[in-house]
């Protein structure tokens, strides 16, 4: 009885390596293991995946994406979990001094680095320095909110219990705020002559006015909060009636201007390279230099198209997310390089220059239609039928790898397999020499050179 179980241990233990030689996946879509002289993947759906490539000098790992993420290339090591909110970086810089920092947002946040100006710990909210974050190149707290301290430039905001009461000062800005009471801040110029910049409010939102002169802005906004609000400038003008129902805006560097009448039911919208007009939600329609956009019965159609440099863009959805389709054309070879739809939850495809991958059972791919991960990582796990076909080599797998077909086009080699657990049939063919097994050579014969037949996974010469 012993060694009965011994030989059916080796025996499964050779139908394990031997399915896990042949086969690019293993139990389903759970296992897979591709490699070459370029790359491989690794891959333990949905738990792990792993994917390298030699040439480009990259790794990566992913861990229940998107919860935890690991990437290493040649300039850049970074770490990511629960949606970014633990992160590790590891960057060299051009003068090859490495730049290292690690938060847990936003309890912790440190950096180090070879330049010690760089250098900054937060523990927030208790105390801490940021450098270079949110806009501005240092924040100092203290127990926040009862202290906070921002510095940008030549002037530094001191915060006590943010954010009613700050204080501004610098060489030529000053400013006090008692939220939502009062406030002001002026700015004067370098020769502390002329206010260059100021703002002041009362009663926060009901009053407020700002003035900005620097570079030749020359902005002026006045808010009685919601019956009226101004603002002019060098770079456009505009007045709301009731906010924010009624508006009227002119951009006067490109001369167009824009009617909400209200907003935002009805958009008139008019000038040099656009032309613009809403009904909501009956009907939309715009067009700029590179963007020409719109709906009808909002949200049964919309409808995207654009030019980035030499790639046209068009995307379109019926219900949302019920339809929807991506392409992207190359306009200087005047062919579609990529294209991405989807029938909500029943399939999805992406195709390219020379193939595509369609999947039957899609429910999140709508969603993601330009994150290549999910493909990668999670649709397997769904797609009861996958299609895969380009110019060399072409896949088809039928309830998770239960049936799947393979054919190798270069090689003019092809390959069949009804698997479940272990390959119950299995077929493969290539020029002159067909193999053909039952449960992985429990029966089996094979043509060629050397032809054989198997019997209880014996080889025997024929």
């Not at 770490?79 to 001094?97: E, V």
Request: proline letters at 5%.
């Amino acid at each position: 009885m012993k060694n009965f179980v011994v030989r059916i241990g080796i025996v499964l233990c050779l139908l394990t390596s031997t399915v896990l030689s042949e086969e690019n996946t293993f139990l389903g879509p759970i296992l897979e293991y591709k490699k070459d002289e370029f790359s491989k993947v690794y891959a333990f759906r949905p738990i792990l995946y792993y994917e390298a490539n030699y040439e480009l000098k990259f790794r990566s790992l992913d861990i229940l994406y998107p919860f935890m993420s690991y990437q290493e290339d040649n300039q850049r090591t970074q770490f990511r979990a629960f949606f970014s909110m633990i992160r590790y970086t590891n960057f060299n810089d051009y003068d090859n001094l490495q730049e290292k920092n690690f938060s847990i947002f936003p309890i912790i946040d440190i950096a180090w680095s070879g330049k010690k100006e760089n250098n900054y710990f937060s523990l927030f909210p208790i105390w801490g320095t940021l450098k270079n974050k949110y806009g501005k190149e240092e924040i100092n707290y203290l127990l926040f909110p009862l202290y906070l301290e921002t510095k940008k430039k030549n002037s530094t905001n001191k915060h006590f219990l943010w954010p009613f009461i700050s204080k501004v000062e610098g060489k030529y800005v000053s400013g006090f705020k008692l939220w939502p009471l009062f406030g002001y801040e002026r700015k004067l110029d370098e020769k502390q002559l002329t206010v260059v910049k100021e703002s002041k409010f009362f009663l926060w939102p009901f009053y407020a006015s700002k003035k900005n002169m620097i570079g030749g802005l020359n902005l002026e906004e006045t808010i009685y909060f919601p019956f009226y609000l101004s603002s002019n400038s060098a770079l456009h003008k505009s007045k709301t009636y009731l906010w924010p129902f009624f508006n009227i805006y002119t951009d006067k560097i490109s001369n167009q201007t824009t009617y909400n009448m209200p907003w935002p039911i009805i958009q008139y919208k008019k000038g040099v390279n656009i032309f613009s007009q809403r009904f909501f939600p009956f009907y939309s329609y715009s067009k700029s230099k590179n963007v020409e956009k719109g709906f009808y019965l909002w949200p049964l159609y919309r409808y995207r198209n654009e030019i980035l440099a030499t790639d046209y863009y068009k995307t379109k959805s019926f219900l949302f997310f019920l339809y929807k389709e991506d392409i992207y054309y190359d306009l200087e070879s005047n062919k579609i390089r990529k294209e991405f739809s989807s029938l909500w939850p029943i399939y999805s495809k992406d195709t390219y220059e020379d193939g595509y991958d369609f999947r039957i059972f899609s429910p999140v791919e709508s969603f993601f239609s330009k994150n290549e991960k999910i493909r990668k990582i999670w649709s397997p796990l769904w797609s009861i039928i996958r299609i895969q076909n380009d110019s060399k080599s072409s896949e088809t797998s039928i309830l998770f790898n239960m049936i799947k077909f393979e054919n190798d086009k270069k090689n003019q080699k092809s390959k069949f397999a009804i698997n479940f657990l272990l390959p119950i049939i299995s077929y493969e063919s290539e020029q002159e020499k067909v193999k053909f097994n039952i449960l992985g050579g429990l029966l089996g014969v094979e043509t060629g050179d050397e032809p054989k037949i198997r019997i209880l996974y014996i080889p025997i010469n024929i």
